[in-house]
Structures are given as C-alpha cells and as structure tokens.
C-alpha cells in the first residue's frame, strides 16, 4: 500500500531561519511526486513535480529535491507569506496522487 | 496552468438531501479528480473522471453515493448523496495532462447538519 508522511506536522520559524520538510515514500513505480502549498479555505497551489532521484527544481525561496524514499523542500530566508500548509503527493501512475498530512509552517515577522 | 472554478463555493445542507457539485475548467482536459478533504485531513481521492467513460472510483467510494458526471474536456459534476454529518468536507475537482502537473479548483466546503 502507498504511503506518505510528512514531518514535522508543524513547524515555527522565525523570518529568515532557513529549514527543511521532509516527506517520506512509499511508492511503486513513482511517476512524479508534487509539491503544493495550501492556504487557509483554498485549493492546493501547485509548486513542483520530481521525477527522478537526484532531481531539484526552485521556485523563489524553496527548493524541492528527491531521493528514492524522500523529498525534501528548503525554505531559505523565509518571510511571513509563505507561512501555509505544505503537502506532497507521490504518484505511482495515472495521476493518482497519494497526499501526506502536510506540514503546517508558520513564519513570525 | 489550467484556470479552475466550483460552484457552489460553500453550502449547507440538511441529512438525507443531495448536493451536486460543478467544476468548469477553461481549457480542454483528458483527465479530471474529485478529492475530499475532511476537517483538519489532508486530501483523499474519491474518483477519475474521463470523458466518454464510466468514472473509477477508489477504494471506499461508490457510485451510487458520489456519481460524477463528465460530459465534455471541460465539465464535470460530483453528486454527494443521502448526506449525513460525516460527509462535511471540503470537495475539490483538479485537472492533469500527463504525469507533469495537476491543478485544483477552489474547493466547495459542505456543512451537513
């Protein structure tokens, strides 16, 4: 059975303290596994999709990398508006995505 | 990326009645999702919805409590039936081309009291 985990469940920075999520795998046949960040009463906003281990994609202050069993995603120098919830979601085919429980990230100015 | 709308955004409903969800999208799209998100829980797939075929659910889902529709590449309605307080949640359509991206609608939040 596909699974997910996602630590910490909740994570509280200062701006500007640089950290790592984590998200955990299990997964045959990985196809991709996305990133989303997920603000209070909206839909997922799609950051990044990995392919392959080794893979890095960034987009402004975060970095997504991946290994075989994990994913991380960086936040360098974060600022109050990226405080959101962070998921990620394996696909092992099809598009079917497996979402883990996220990381609730709260950046104080 | 693909612009997403739901209606209705919220609602609330009485036990036992039905609420049917729409989710347009302003391009064409092979391959639609409805996902549940309970209170406090990440997102849970309901059903694949492709156009011309029947939808697949996944494993705790059925057809005659959530039959979707998917009557063109840029439509599709999920029907949440004989409500009860366990199925207030938020509901979220998303579109994906390929194993490359996959984006979601706003999400219709369901109260059922």
């Known amino acids: 059975e596909d699974q997910v985990t996602q630590s910490p469940e909740a994570l509280r920075l200062q701006e500007g303290e640089s950290s790592s999520l984590n998200c955990s795998y299990t997964?045959?046949?990985?196809?991709?596994l996305f990133w989303y960040r997920q603000d209070p009463g909206k839909g997922p906003e799609f950051l990044f999709t990995?392919?392959?281990a080794g893979e890095e994609k960034e987009k402004e202050r975060l970095k997504a990398t991946l290994t075989k069993k994990e994913s991380f995603l960086h936040i360098t120098a974060p600022k109050p508006e990226d405080s959101a919830t962070y998921l990620c979601?394996?696909?092992?085919?099809?598009?079917?995505?497996?979402f883990g429980q996220g990381t609730r990230l709260t950046i104080n100015p | 990326s693909a612009v997403i709308s739901q209606k209705p955004s919220r609602d609330i409903c009485q036990r036992g009645t039905s609420l049917t969800i729409q989710c347009q999208v302003d391009?064409?799209?092979?391959?639609m999702f409805w996902y549940r998100q309970q209170p406090g829980q990440s997102l849970t797939l309901i059903a694949t919805?492709?156009?011309?075929?029947?939808?697949?659910?996944e494993s705790g889902f059925v057809i005659d409590k959530f039959p979707i529709s998917r009557p063109n590449l840029t439509f599709s309605t999920l029907t949440v039936s004989n409500m009860s307080p366990e199925d207030s949640s938020i509901y979220l359509c998303?579109?994906?081309?390929?194993?490359?991206?996959?984006?979601f609608g706003p999400g219709t939040r369901l109260t059922v009291l």
């Open positions: 998303s579109v994906g081309e390929g194993d490359n991206e996959q984006f």
């Open positions: 997964v045959s046949g990985l196809r991709g």
């Open positions: 990995l392919y392959s």
């Open positions: 979601a394996p696909s092992g085919g099809a598009q079917k995505l497996v």
């Open positions: 391009s064409q799209v092979t391959m």
């Open positions: 919805a492709n156009q011309g075929s029947e939808a697949t659910y």
